[in-house]
């Protein structure tokens, strides 16, 4: 894919009419600001902060639409238009709820979406012979379902291709657009699927991702799993270590704990079990047939409670685990020298390095574990001992 840097782009732009820097209309953009019913801004209803993504499908097709870079205004955007190359996008300061993308014929910001509009307003897409559409907005605050959620006050703008009686022009990439203010795309429907919409499967927004985990308790879980299969949830459960499962080797005597055995961690009473989506990662219990000797990250039992979110499976009574975090990390310990998401009592040895945990926090560190922090001070002062 070509990707042109804000650097290039502004030097391109010196040698014409106008620079991209400058995110302000076109000259012969009209002037309709008196006509915006509400303050959100055109980032407030496609936020274009740098990483943030919108994964859609039909069952034909998916598109994928990618904040690549964004810096002084200007974004430059990948998936939406037609071809491999983006498109900068930005967004001006005097007046806020508009959108604009960089004509590369006329070397100059157009109009793309003015957001706030009443349903029916238009304006003109200028882009040359096969870039000018008339856009309209064609729904408000409409309830959008998709894979991803729900998503209500949908905003909707449709776009007329008006090509040059002589161009031949490829389909335009899109014909209606839907956004939702703090999310962005959740809907995009296209010439070539007239009947068949891309509707938001999952996307990554300002930190936040969707779909949105539905939080639900261990009980509520067993009783109705059903309704629950296939979605991603969060559930609060302390885990353990299930019943092991073992080699079939005969053992003599001398070795009677010949064979390896593992256990999956497991919650409620059904029980549940929990994987992990990252199939290399350590997650789980082994030993031998005379017991488990080895548990990551949990122990066998006594863990306190975390939260774990994943994509709950009814069939197998599964959860694959996406992420968790401990419920209440505390310090415990003789001599405040443990930080663990339950009290843990130690020998009472007193050892001068405890002083470093003393001052050092005791939260949730990044691995989803209890640890004192700041790691690198508490690092830091331990190696003085």
């Not at 291709?161 to 809907?187: D, I, N, Q, Y």
């Not at 261990?218 to 949830?233: H, M, P, Q, S």
């Not at 306190?304 to 310990?333: I, P």
Request: glycine residues 8%.
């Amino acid at each position: 894919m070509k990707k042109i840097s804000l650097l290039s782009l502004a030097l391109f732009a010196a040698c014409q009419a106008s620079t991209p820097m400058n995110i302000e209309p076109a000259a012969d953009e009209p002037d309709d600001i008196a006509t915006v019913e509400q303050a959100a801004t055109a980032v407030d209803w496609l936020p274009l902060q740098t990483g943030n993504n919108w994964a859609l499908e039909n069952k034909q097709d998916s598109r994928f639409v990618n904040v690549e870079y964004t810096e002084d205004r200007v974004a430059y955007v990948t998936g939406l238009f037609n071809g491999e190359d983006g498109r900068w996008l930005g967004w001006s300061k005097t007046k806020p709820s508009e959108l604009y993308v960089w004509d590369d014929a006329a070397s100059e910001w157009r109009v793309f979406v003015r957001f706030g509009r009443a349903t029916g307003t238009t304006w003109q897409l200028k882009g040359g012979a096969c870039g000018s559409f008339t856009a309209k907005v064609t729904a408000k605050n409409a309830t959008v379902k998709t894979p991803a959620g729900d998503f209500k006050k949908g905003y909707t703008v449709s776009f007329a291709f008006k090509p040059s009686p002589t161009a031949r022009c490829a389909a335009p990439a899109f014909s209606t657009l839907t956004f939702v203010e703090g999310v962005g795309l959740v809907k995009i429907a296209s010439p070539a699927f007239p009947q068949a919409p891309f509707l938001l499967k999952s996307a990554a927004v300002n930190g936040t991702k969707y779909p949105q985990a539905q939080t639900i308790k261990v009980a509520d879980l067993e009783k109705n799993a059903a309704a629950y299969d296939g979605k991603t949830i969060t559930v609060v459960a302390e885990p353990r270590a299930g019943s092991p499962i073992c080699t079939k080797m005969a053992c003599s005597p001398q070795n009677p704990c010949c064979n390896r055995c593992g256990a999956n961690f497991v919650i409620g009473t059904t029980p549940i079990r929990l994987l992990n989506a990252d199939p290399n990662a350590a997650f789980g219990c082994s030993g031998n047939d005379c017991g488990l000797d080895t548990c990551t990250p949990f122990g066998q039992d006594h863990n306190g409670d975390y939260a774990f979110t994943g994509v709950f499976n009814a069939t197998n009574v599964e959860l694959t685990v996406q992420s968790f975090r401990a419920n209440t990390c505390q310090k415990s310990g003789c001599g405040g020298e443990v930080c663990d998401n339950t009290p843990r009592f130690t020998a009472c040895v007193v050892r001068p390095e405890f002083a470093c945990y003393a001052t050092a926090t005791c939260d949730v560190a990044a691995s989803g574990l209890c640890a004192f922090g700041p790691e690198a001070d508490v690092a830091a002062c331990l190696a003085q001992y």
